[in-house]
């Protein structure tokens, strides 16, 4: 299996130096940055420096997949292309957006390029690759178990030449930053329908629309994750334009799956990269570190703690890169069950392989002085994102079960 390209090879190379150069000097200036922000979800003057030198060198939109390439610089990018370098923006977790290949936005241009009008393009995904605008996706609501997501109930319905939308939603990630000026909305709109897979609508929703109020940022183990975050919202006689419907009424379920799928892999390609950092921070601390008279790394324990953490970073990578090449051959939907293996498998190994790093880091682990509780944090939130480990190893339960039991 090749897993670089001559062409991803070249912007890993890139890529890698740009990071080297720019981010990883800059990690502390950003946190501190961050921490004196008068607002936590307004822009920071360095990120936007950053942008501009990743764009001027094109390094940018890099997750475009082939198949949209008129919206890339590079023609587009495979799974398995792409995978190497979502790795490496992995190392420091707010360095994605440098390059324009964030979440939730990367999901969200993708379904602007899969279910849009030519209008909706030219209003909100022509900004958006442009990274001028931020965007969110407002599916989980705090009444149902959303990881059913025919369970939705924020109610939309027609009035005259509107839609009116009324509900609550939370952890909807991005909504707080000041820039995102777009929400993609799930809601009921034909809670009647025989189908409960056609039942949902999903809507284009303007922040600024009179109705949307945003109640608190909410928390993930502490973490706020600005400057995006994760609101509450309340949708409140919401309305807007018929012409505001995604590929159609009745769609919602199926724009959210088309959706979902990339974002787990994508959030997998990451984390890989989140444990190889702790892993080698790791190797640095206790080769610096000294306990009753020697090194921390001549302890049995710690290099057998070292050893399983690289043996499982490499299984995970592994894990990806096929999960990728599968998608690229035989297309999203014969890929489900190697997502699910991987959606459920990556970020607990992950959490796993920062938590060891954190313990060999001692009390300092636990601090912001190095990015692994923050990084402890996104894996661990990562096990319910895009919906929760339980759903998917469910399904995927299902589908080996009835592939051996009929051989």
């Known amino acids: 299996m090749h897993t670089v390209t001559e062409k991803s090879e070249a912007l890993l190379a890139s890529l890698k130096a740009f990071i080297a150069e720019f981010i990883i000097p800059n990690e502390a200036a950003y946190r501190h940055a961050l921490a004196c922000a008068e607002n936590r979800f307004a822009p920071l003057p360095l990120m936007d420096e950053l942008k501009l ?15 949209h390439a008129e919206f890339s610089d590079h ?55 442009a990274g001028e605008i931020r965007s969110s996706y407002a599916m989980t609501e705090p009444q149902v178990a959303s990881s059913d997501a025919t369970n939705v109930q924020l109610s939309i319905r027609k ?81 807007v334009p018929l012409e505001n419907v995604l590929a159609g009424e009745g769609r919602g379920f199926e724009i959210a799956q088309t959706r979902l799928a990339p974002g787990r892999m994508h959030h997998c390609m990451r984390l890989i990269g989140a444990g190889q950092q702790a892993l080698e921070n790791a190797c640095q601390r206790v080769t610096d570190r000294q306990t009753f008279g020697r090194p921390l790394s001549k302890h049995q324990s710690i290099r057998e703690n070292i050893s399983k953490c690289f043996s499982e970073i490499e299984m995970a990578r592994l894990l990806v890169q096929k999960t990728c090449w599968t998608i690229d051959n035989q297309g999203v939907k014969a890929s489900i069950p190697m997502i699910a293996a991987t959606k459920t498998t990556v970020p607990l190994v992950i959490q796993t392989v920062i938590d060891r790093c954190m313990q060999m880091h001692g009390a300092g682990g636990l601090t912001e002085d190095w990015s692994m509780a923050e990084n402890f944090n996104y894996a661990r939130w990562c096990r319910q994102a895009d919906g929760p480990d339980e759903v998917h190893q469910m399904a995927l339960g299902k589908q080996i079960i009835e592939r051996f039991s009929n051989q």
């Open 53 to 67: 030198k990743a764009k001027n060198q094109g390094l940018w939109n890099l997750f475009v997949p082939p198949d």
């Open 159 to 239: 009035n005259g030449d509107s839609w009116v939308l009324n509900g609550r939603k939370w952890f909807i990630t991005g909504a707080l930053y000041e820039r995102c000026k777009i929400l993609i909305v799930m809601g009921k709109s034909d809670p009647e329908n025989n189908s409960r897979h056609l039942q949902q609508s999903q809507i284009l929703v303007p922040k600024d629309t009179p109705g949307v109020n945003i109640i608190r940022p909410l928390t993930t183990l502490g973490y706020d994750d600005a400057p995006l975050g994760h609101a509450e919202i309340v949708f409140d006689e919401v309305r």
């Open 75 to 129: 023609g587009g990018l495979s799974f398995l292309e792409y995978a190497p370098l979502a790795e490496e923006m992995g190392r420091v977790i707010w360095s994605a957006e440098v390059f324009n290949c964030n979440a939730p936005d990367t999901g969200n241009m993708e379904v602007f390029m899969n279910f849009g009008t030519e209008a909706q393009k030219s209003q909100w995904l022509t900004p958006l690759l």
